[in-house]
């Protein structure tokens, strides 16, 4: 599991740990981690060149000191001072005595085997300032290695607010951060480097599932396990208009772990042509027999509301997608009022708007705006419905109402294609079904379909929805080590 920690969390940390070491003794470590890092990423530390990019404080004196070190090791080491009058002292004197240089040209950067980021650290707020702002835009020979984050991207939340500079290596200290999991900053981190410096800290607000985390959570029938003790999904989807919803909804739901599938819809008679195991009605929901959770809305069209309302009759948890979410958003918050029963929403930016516009009759959000805010936009919408909210993008986001996030770190943007997100919708169910709780639920789903999507594409071609599904299998085998 990778954890990630905010700024707040992280200074309460080193604080603690400062006030038990020797002065300076925190920098260092962080500083000879930074330098292992840079001097594996040169061909040879001698003779390289290498660019200290130094703003003020601290981030600025982790990078000098770094420097230092590679100076040490016979690389030619220039610094820029980007807040001259607040440079770190003890680390600039460090690395004139290594044989460093202070320099103020700016083709510097352009010639560099490899450059150091130091100018803003984790309490940076806000774009590049407009001395720094060049860096961004100019040249580059070599990797750009960022000091625990890329200069103009927020630590807390990933957002980037102006102009930011893009690492090809961000090394981080203690534990991750947020912004460096979370699109836009995600895209700006590069690869992402953890260096333990020692810090004792809290549970973490933030997490990332790996391959060992799901496959302690994926649902694996026993001996005694029958297609009802394995649970049993309902789906009401699809349409006259979107009969392929109902579909790819019921091909995710098959490959997710639940016993059975009931499916009840308009669709049924395409469904069963395409799945003989699934069982169907062509009625609505409440007449499709006894279901563990459902799934509601995908292809929903016109007929969607009294599915709705249907399915959170129901005391099961029940997910809520595409046209189901767009008539939810027109009730508001109060329809999911008294519900016991957990709830999953699974938006993509466009939803989310509508939805929080649904809240308390507000006007329409920016989605552009929302998606550069994705950890803050989930969280929202949990809060102000009570929900478990899995938010799709470029970095999927999980939150629940109490603020507890995850970030799906597999993936491709070749999922961005029709049906996709019926298929998830589906495997998120199923594992609902199957006894997962809504938060992990939409955790394994999201990583086991990005997984999935990766498989169709082989890398770098096109994908349709149902390849998406018939990887799923390969994903679940993958995710437990055993071969595809």
Request: aromatic share 4%; hydrophobic share 45%.
């Amino acid at each position: 599991m990778r954890h990630a920690h905010t700024v707040e969390q992280v200074r309460a940390a080193e604080a603690d740990l400062m006030a038990r070491l020797p002065e300076g003794t925190l920098m260092q470590r962080a500083a000879a981690g930074l330098a292992t890092t840079c001097a594996q990423l040169l061909p040879r530390v001698y003779g390289s060149r290498v660019l200290v990019l130094a703003g003020s404080g601290d981030n600025g004196g982790d990078a000098l000191y770094a420097g230092a070190r590679l100076a040490r090791r016979g690389a030619r080491v220039r610094a820029v001072l980007l807040s001259p009058e607040r440079v770190h002292a003890g680390a600039l004197a460090a690395l004139r005595a290594a044989g460093g240089r202070v320099t103020e040209d700016r083709t510097e950067f352009e010639r560099a085997d490899l450059v150091l980021d130091g100018i803003v650290g984790i309490g940076g707020r806000g774009g590049l300032r407009p001395e720094a702002q060049p860096y961004a835009q100019a040249e580059r020979r070599g990797p750009v290695v960022a000091v625990d984050v890329p200069s103009g991207v927020d630590a807390d939340t990933g957002e980037v607010a102006g102009v930011a500079l893009r690492a090809d290596v961000t090394v981080c200290f203690g534990t991750h951060k947020p912004g460096l999991l979370i699109d836009p900053g995600a895209s700006y981190a590069g690869v992402v480097h953890l260096v333990d410096i020692g810090l004792v800290l809290p549970g973490a607000p933030v997490t990332a599932l790996q391959h060992a985390d799901l496959a302690a959570l994926l649902p694996r029938p026993t001996a005694e396990s029958d297609k009802y003790r394995r649970g049993v999904l309902g789906i009401a989807a699809g349409s006259a208009r979107y009969p392929g919803a109902a579909v790819l909804s019921v091909a995710g739901a098959l490959r997710g772990g639940a016993g059975a599938v009931r499916y009840a819809g308009t669709a049924a008679e395409e469904v069963v042509r395409r799945f003989p195991e699934a069982l169907v009605t062509a009625g609505g929901p409440a007449g499709a027999g006894r279901v563990q959770a459902w799934v509601a809305g995908p292809g929903g069209g016109d007929g969607v509301g009294p599915v709705l309302t249907e399915v959170l009759a129901a005391d099961v948890p029940v997910l809520v997608d595409a046209d189901g979410l767009t008539e939810l958003a027109r009730r508001g918050p109060a329809a999911l009022a008294g519900r016991t029963a957990p709830v999953l929403l699974t938006p993509h930016t466009g939803e989310a708007a509508r939805l929080l516009a649904g809240v308390d009759g507000g006007a329409l959000p920016p989605a552009a705006e929302l998606a550069a805010a994705r950890l803050a936009t989930a969280r929202r919408l949990a809060a102000a419905y009570g929900a478990t909210v899995l938010l799709k993008g470029s970095t999927t986001v999980v939150a629940d109402r109490s603020g507890a996030a995850r970030v799906n770190a597999t993936g491709t943007p070749w999922l961005g294609t029709a049906g996709s997100g019926d298929v998830l919708s589906g495997l998120a169910g199923s594992l609902l079904a199957a006894g997962l709780g809504a938060f992990d639920a939409a955790s394994a789903a999201a990583y086991l379909h990005g997984l999935a999507g990766r498989r169709a594409a082989r890398g770098d071609a096109p994908v349709t929805a149902m390849e998406v599904a018939a990887s799923l299998r390969w994903a679940w085998r993958a995710v437990l080590g055993q071969p595809g």
